[in-house]
C-alpha cells in the first residue's frame, strides 16, 4: 500500500514562487511514476506534471511548461513541485498521485493512478 502526503500549499501573490512536496511510502520509490494533478474551483481535475518510475522522464501540462518543475529525490523518497510565475489561474487544491504500472500515454490520466494524497491548497491572488 502507497501513502502519499503532500505539503507547501499556501496564499501567494502573482508572480511570486512555491514548491509543493509528496512524501511517499509504502513502496519501492524508484518502482513508481508520480504525478501531480489539480482541481481549479468548480472545474475538474487536471494534469499538471508527471516523473516516470526511475525517473527517467518528465512531463508537462503547457499550461505550466517552463514555470513549473518536477523533480524526484530519491534518498528523501520524496516528489517536488517548484512553481515559479504563478497565476491567479493556477489557484487548485494540487494533488500528488503514484502508480507502479501507469504507462506512458496514460500519464495524464487520472484515473490511471491507483493512490492518492489527501491535498495541499494553493491560492494565488492578483
Known amino acids: 500500500q502507497v501513502q502519499l502526503v503532500e505539503s507547501g500549499g499556501g496564499s501567494v501573490e502573482a508572480g511570486d514562487s512555491l514548491s509543493l512536496s509528496c512524501a511517499v511510502s509504502?513502496?519501492?520509490?524508484?518502482?513508481?511514476?508520480v504525478a501531480w494533478f489539480r482541481r481549479p474551483p468548480g472545474k475538474e481535475r487536471e494534469f499538471v506534471a508527471a516523473?516516470?518510475?526511475?525517473?527517467?522522464?518528465?512531463h508537462y501540462a503547457n499550461s505550466v511548461q517552463g514555470r513549473f518543475t518536477i523533480s524526484r529525490a530519491n534518498a528523501e523518497k520524496t516528489v517536488y513541485l517548484r512553481m515559479n510565475s504563478l497565476q491567479p489561474e493556477d489557484t487548485a487544491v494540487y494533488y500528488c498521485a503514484a502508480s507502479g504500472t501507469v504507462i506512458l500515454s496514460q500519464l495524464r490520466v487520472p484515473d490511471a493512478y491507483g493512490y492518492w494524497g489527501q491535498g495541499t491548497q494553493v491560492t494565488v491572488s492578483s
Open positions: 509504502g513502496s519501492s520509490f524508484s518502482s513508481v511514476s
Open positions: 516523473t516516470r518510475r526511475g525517473g527517467s522522464s518528465t
